[in-house]
Nanobody
Framework: QVQLVESGGGLVQAGGSLRLSCVVS????????MGWYRQAPGKQRELVAV???????NYADSVKGRFTISRDNAKNMVYLQMTNLKPEDTAVYYC?????????WGQGTQVTVSS
């Protein structure tokens, strides 16, 4: 089992920044993908950014140049640095990891961007 706990969400004005953090614990051996997803009200959950271990990162077109995903292996942490936030970034953000073809999710953290 893998446990994920997100933090760092909140209310921010358009143009502002936030950094989301995700603590990864449990049986972390074999995790090959780590990422962030988001779900806005009435919409499907969508990929925001992902780290494919040994292969680099990918971003949704809507966040390229504004968001940066990173990880700290020593602390078992995954981060999402968000800059130049827009009202359309408002959503619940979920941390995700994939281990041996199984997905694990955190409980989510709310990000609200006011105009």
């Amino acid at each position: 089992q893998v446990q994920l706990v997100e933090s760092g969400g909140g209310l921010v004005q358009a143009g502002g920044s936030l950094r989301l953090s995700c603590v990864v614990s449990g049986n972390i051996f074999g995790i090959n993908v780590m990422g962030w997803y988001r779900q806005a009200p009435g919409k499907q959950r969508e990929l925001v950014a992902v780290i494919i271990v040994g292969d680099g990162t990918n971003y949704a077109d809507s966040v390229k140049g504004r968001f940066t995903i990173s990880r700290d292996n020593a602390k078992n942490m995954v981060y999402l640095q968000m800059t130049n936030l827009k009202p359309e970034d408002t959503a619940v953000y979920y941390c995700n990891v994939r281990r041996i073809s199984r997905d694990y999710w955190g409980q989510g953290t709310q990000v609200t961007v006011s105009s």
